[in-house]
């Protein structure tokens, strides 16, 4: 799937850094930035796309209404109210599923085939708000989900290993959130499980360390909150992510990502959106994979798609009355 055009909905931190990174990267030839504030909007697209020219290849980047992405490839939506330090992701569920339910009915009537890439939180809700209420195929709604918790976790991994990340294969399944876990069952460097790396990497030298398992998933489960303390948000991270995915759904060859989609069964779990690897490529989800899980791990999915299932009993799912 050849993608010329990306609509980015919203221009916050982490909307303009995803438009920013995606004209570096030279993924679409035309970004639209689409936001309520359209001075924002539009001082973010003169911004990028005055640097383009100099360290990129040549981008269209212009600010504009849900009419000008029309013949988009992959709509990206950032939209809602960000986290405050000390707020949980659920704590933000009605406000922002407000804001997504006053989005879907304008960008879907311009842009009935693209694929949707969700990624305001909380993420999981806002999925499964947008495939419920959208009527966009489920296989064109991918949600930004535990990529980045993923990504955080195989960085961890390596600095134990001093291995490069791209030799780590480990997940981080369910709800990105406080329900998140990692089926370390499945976890491996290289070709070898992370139960028995120890005995089957030797290094010239120095000595292989233990892995503190409940450090790295401390490290992983805490990284975003450190952040928003530190500097108020997080952007740079997710912006790369979000990248990843529209690089994905470019490719001709099904790419392996832990991103939140709608659940229709597997491993006994249905009608809610969290993060198992999913099979990316040629602009939608193309199926996923099902590794098999401990007991452990399957009580742990189930607890998470619960928690998110709870959540979703409490929201209003309601859609605005539109004018005639």
Known sequence: MAV????VIGAGSVGSTTAFALALKNIANEI?????NEDKALGEAMDI??????FSEPVNVYAGDYKSAV?????VITSGVARKPGQTRIDLAQTNVNIIKQITPQIVRSCPDATYVIVANPVDILTYVFSKVSGIPQNRIIGSGTLLDTARLRARIAEYLSVSQKNVHAYVFGEHGETSFV???????????????????????????DLDYDEIDNYMRSSGGKIIRRKGCTNYAIAVSVCGICECLQG???AVVTV?????GEYGISDVCLSLPMLLGNGKVQGRITPRLTDEELEKLHHSADALKAVIAQIDLTMPETKA
């Open 260 to 264: 939140s989609t709608m659940l229709s």
């Open 183 to 209: 089926p370390w069952s499945i976890a491996e460097v290289s070709t070898i499980s992370l139960a028995d790396y120890k005995e089957l990497i030797k290094l010239d030298q120095g000595i292989m360390v």
């Open 49 to 54: 796309h005055q640097g383009t020219p100099l």
């Open 4 to 7: 010329n055009k990306i609509t």
């Open 252 to 254: 001709g060859v099904n």
């Open 32 to 36: 639209v930035i689409i936001d309520i």
């Open 71 to 75: 013949g988009s490839d992959i709509v």
